[in-house]
């Protein structure tokens, strides 16, 4: 086992990501943390964000995509567990556990390294509610026998998404990890758009026609899969719980609960006059 080092030398200038700050090594490469100001962003060694996190608000998603993840909570009914497939530096981890005192996270890491570095730089709080396992997340998912109300994935790496996150076994393992009414949100970011087309059939695969999409600022897909039917919604609730979340979190919830309900009209609309279909 490798034992993370701290890498010395001389620093490495300022870059569009702010400030390099810390650099740290493991057998599986480098993680870097940049200042911008008072956030703190994780990288892999590259110019990509992995995260970011606001030092004086740790649970005020920065990147839209994570926002737009959030939403998964409205919907879901009284959601109570959740498991975060890519921890990262944390920030999804933190606005769960702010947005509701009755959840618990069950967050899988590959790297030692991230967890350590989001800890120590990120402000990932040490909490009752959020048990952070180091390890492969598709062997995890076949492993536990636990299930959630919600899985979220955001398994990237530092070339790319992980091909795990994009295969209908993985995802057929997730799916079979959801309580009845759960629901599984995934980050479609893709390099190209073949790669997307192939995640979409793999959902499309996994949750035959129980997929909503929202395609967000900065290039990034959320989907929302429901393993077993889209709920029948109601509009004005909808808007009006995402209004009452963002307020609590202090981030524009309802912009892009009013996206996600644009861009799935349709399919919401079919769910409404159509409940268990």
Known sequence: MTVPTEVGGAPIGPGPLGDPIHRLCDAQGEVQIHARGRLRLLTLGNQVEQSCIDLDH??????????????????????????????????????????????????????????????????????????VHVGDAAAFV?????????????????DGVHPDQHGPGFLAACRGRLRHGGLLVAN???????EFLRANGALQQVFPGRVLYLHVQGGNAVAFAFPDEVPGLRQ??????????????????????????????????????????
């Open 142 to 158: 076949r492993r536990t026998e636990a299930s959630y109300d919600l899985a979220l994935l955001d398994l990237y790496e530092a």
């Open 236 to 277: 004005a609730n909808f808007l009006g719980a995402a209004q009452v979340l963002g307020l609590r979190l202090g981030i524009p919830l309802q912009p892009l609960a009013r996206a996600l309900w644009g861009q799935n009209a349709e399919t919401l609309h079919r769910a409404r006059l159509c409940p268990g279909s």
């Open 188 to 194: 479609l970011w893709s390099r190209a758009y073949q």
């Open 58 to 131: 740790p649970a005020r998603l920065v990147h839209a995509y994570t926002r737009a993840m959030l939403l998964g909570l409205l919907l879901v009914p009284a959601p109570r567990s959740a498991l975060l497939l890519g921890l990262g530096g944390g920030a999804l981890a933190q606005a769960l556990l702010a947005a509701d005192a009755a959840i618990a996270i069950e967050a899988v890491e590959s790297r030692a390294l991230v967890v350590e570095a989001a800890r120590r730089y990120l402000a990932l709080p040490d909490s009752e509610r959020l048990q």
